[in-house]
């Protein structure tokens, strides 16, 4: 387990932080189009930041510990 790229992983969280921010301006605007665009990209950058931090904690190839 090496800390400097689980520290990196976890900075990138900071993209979903960014993304729910884009979804709430969304929804106050009432844009359901955007809104559902904003969720999708909300989803696939979560799945992403996460699976590099698990495979910081666990290894590659979806392996737990």
Not at 16 to 22: C, E, F, N, P, R
Not at 27 to 39: L, S
Request: aromatic share 4%; glycine share 12%.
């Amino acid at each position: 387990m090496n800390r400097a790229s689980i520290e990196t992983e976890v900075v990138r969280m900071g993209d979903v932080g960014t993304a729910i921010d884009m979804m709430d301006a969304c929804i106050a605007d009432m844009d359901g189009d955007k809104v559902e665009r904003a969720v999708i990209i909300l989803k696939e950058i979560f799945s992403s930041r996460y699976e590099g931090l698990r495979s910081c904690l666990y290894g590659g190839g979806g392996r737990d510990a």
